[in-house]
């Protein structure tokens, strides 16, 4: 894995270098900010790491879309306004949001930010008329996840591309780290038979086939930090990794994606968790390992009679070209 890492980090400053060589005349990117709402969370270091952590209460990535049609929706107000909720800018779910439905810079200016999975969670929860978006590994009976266009997020679905509101969970390290033998060998169990049994437990599993894994006896410790949506996998991993090696410690932070970037790349953490792919000028100075896949599902109050959307239709709303139900569910 040692190897691995130090020629990704290699290939990715070769690539840099021809790059900058023949692109001199178009170097700047325009990133506009987009517009929050007064009532943004700014804790953005909390994490999701409570009861869901270790991904032991649901051994299915299947995610049904009217899970929740016990629920009373006869007296929905549809004539009501569209409660709109979205993660906070830097969030890697957000990011994968927002690039795989259009919505793009365009964000609602009236959506309310909030800045952890499980907040997000609560905010819809207690709102009949609201909708966001979370982890596909992070659902539960609290919401009612849409399918989008027939398709339900799955294990299938999400590894066929069929459901398209999907995105890489990754770690990433630097070059320093990348010599760390601790690192590397959790790397190594993460992309094991062992570690990806714990991806597929609420995740979607990157290899069907990985080799097992065998202890390798080391002792020390290692920081994580980043994605909350990453964090509840990061936590099953860790569990079962120091099972294994009683005398290594791991210690995760949360933080969001940015975060978790930003402080691997500086080395105040060797491991970084990101639930978004890196860009171009972060591969500059990091390796970065997929663990896992991951769908991002649309949620919303168990009380709302909806149980599917189109990816327009999530786009209209997020952009507040719809405001009102009555434009969805008559």
Request: with cysteine; glycine share 8%; net charge negative.
């Amino acid at each position: 894995m040692k190897k691995l890492l130090m020629a990704i980090l290699s290939v990715t400053l070769m690539l840099t270098i021809v790059t900058a060589c023949g692109n001199n005349e178009d170097t700047s990117t325009s990133t506009p900010e987009t517009n929050t709402n007064a009532q943004d969370s700014t804790n953005t270091g909390s994490e999701n790491t409570g009861s869901a952590n270790t991904g032991s209460e649901n051994t299915s990535n299947d995610s049904s879309a009217d899970s929740s049609g016990s629920n009373d929706t006869s007296n929905f107000d549809a004539d009501r306004i569209i409660a709109v909720f979205t993660r906070e800018e830097g969030s890697g779910t957000r990011d994968a949001f927002v690039s795989t439905t259009g919505v793009g810079d365009d964000m609602y200016i009236e959506a309310v930010v909030v800045s952890e999975t499980n907040e997000l969670l609560t905010k819809v929860e207690e709102s009949e008329h609201a909708i966001g978006y979370v982890s596909v590994g992070s659902l539960s009976d609290r919401v009612k996840a849409l399918s989008i266009s027939g398709v339900i997020p799955s294990d299938e679905t999400i590894k066929d591309g069929t459901y398209t509101i999907q995105r890489p969970l990754l770690v990433c390290v630097n070059e320093q780290n990348a010599q760390n033998d601790i690192v590397n060998d959790f790397i190594d169990f993460m992309l094991s038979a062992q570690g990806q049994a714990v991806s597929s437990t609420r995740w979607t599993a990157i290899d069907d086939n990985a080799p097992q894994y065998s202890p390798s006896g080391l002792s020390g410790t290692i920081r994580v930090g980043g994605s909350t949506s990453v964090d509840p996998l990061m936590q099953g991993l860790r569990q079962a990794y120091i099972a294994l090696n009683p005398n290594v410690q791991i210690e995760i932070s949360g933080g969001g994606s940015g975060t978790g970037i930003s402080e691997a790349t500086s080395g105040v953490i060797e491991m970084g968790m990101s639930s978004r792919a890196l860009r171009d000028n972060e591969k500059e100075a990091l390796a970065d390992i997929t663990i896992a896949l991951d769908g991002v599902a649309i949620i919303v109050n168990p009380a709302n009679p909806m149980t599917d959307i189109t990816t327009e239709q999530v786009r209209e709303i997020f952009t507040g070209e719809i405001t009102r139900w009555t434009d969805l569910v008559g």
